[in-house]
């Protein structure tokens, strides 16, 4: 419990309830980097997406 209350009040810190927020898309720019996302997707190849049916 101790462990975790430390976590909780600095949350915010490396190894905290958040972590290292650095890598988090904001919501504002969270469509744009879906369809980014998809559009690699779709061009693997060897992902043979209609065959997954």
Known sequence: VASLRQR???SI???GLAGD???VVPASGFAFSAEQ???VIK???DLDLPAHK
């Open 8 to 10: 909780f009040f600095h």
């Open 13 to 15: 810190a490396p190894g």
């Open 21 to 23: 927020r650095r890598g």
């Open 37 to 39: 996302i998809w559009k």
């Open 43 to 45: 061009e693997n190849k």
